[in-house]
């Protein structure tokens, strides 16, 4: 902040919906009780980072840049606390697009091609809507907060405005890539040990966008279906370097569907 003073009339901030109590309390960081939903901009932030050190090491292997003390909590309060400088700060969901180094649709895409009947998930787990967002649309909400005056000292949620569960999500992802199959979800202890969630099922990550959307007029140019199209055919023509075949256990997947 101290370099742009006299340069720049306002830094936005790229920050994440995971700096909020009930993104720690999730990944069992905190042992909470669970935050109420939706998510606001002006809901609970975490005392601490949430990333487990297994979290952090496997995040450094795609983000070579990311450091041990990775934690945008305190960057947020840098950027709005300058009493010489505006802030305004955007709290991004889980990005999807062409692109994503994380690929993120890659377990479903490779289930739906591999012409698995099924796709199983952990039944609570399922029912998590995290929040979600399209590249292209998160951009746009990003060049809106920088170019309009009225974003300066403001905090903004980016997300899709509904939050399909992780179940509708998998199903909508893999509908799209031309699957009729099922999704099954099982009760955790039924399911192979490569598809049990690490996750504290109990809280909820659902995030509002509300606020941009009323103040800045934000809506997202590209229609999700359009998005998942895009994203289903980049996916498809980039997979991964490398992939771990164990979370793909093809046999102890089959054993673990109820029979009919």
């Not at 947020?76 to 955007?90: K, N």
């Not at 099922?182 to 509002?208: F, G, I, M, N, Y």
């Not at 103040?215 to 992939?243: C, D, K, M, N």
Request: hydrophobic share 40%; glycine share 6%; charged share 25%.
């Amino acid at each position: 902040m101290a370099v742009f003073h006299g340069i720049a009339g306002r830094v936005v901030a790229l920050s994440s919906g995971d700096v909020y109590r009930a993104c720690a309390v999730l990944l069992g960081k905190d042992p909470g009780p669970p935050q109420e939903m939706p998510l606001t901009e002006d809901s609970e932030l975490r005392s601490a980072p949430p990333y487990t050190a297994a979290h952090l090491r496997f995040a450094q292997s795609v983000f070579p840049w990311l450091t041990d003390d990775y934690d945008k909590v305190p960057v947020e309060r840098a950027v709005m606390g300058d009493p010489q400088l505006p802030g305004t700060v955007l709290r991004l969901p889980m990005v999807y697009g062409p692109g994503d180094p994380l690929h993120r649709l890659f377990p479903i895409l490779k289930r739906v091609d591999d012409g698995r009947p099924s796709i199983l998930l952990q039944e609570d787990a399922g029912r998590l809507r995290p929040p979600r967002g399209y590249a292209e649309n998160v951009t746009r909400a990003i060049a809106l907060a920088a170019t309009d005056p009225r974003a300066a000292g403001r905090v903004y949620n980016v997300a899709e405005a509904d939050s399909p569960s992780e179940a509708e999500w998998t199903r909508m992802v893999a509908e799209a890539a031309g699957w009729r199959g099922r999704v099954v979800a099982l009760p955790k202890e039924q399911l192979p040990r490569h598809l049990r969630s690490p996750l504290h099922t109990a809280q909820d990550w659902l995030v509002s966008s509300e606020r941009i959307r009323r103040e800045l007029g934000y809506q997202e140019p590209i229609p999700r279906v359009l998005a998942l199209e895009r994203t289903i055919a980049w996916e498809r023509a980039h997979p991964p370097a490398t992939v771990d075949l164990s979370q793909f256990d093809y046999a102890a997947e089959d054993a673990a569907i109820p029979p009919d």
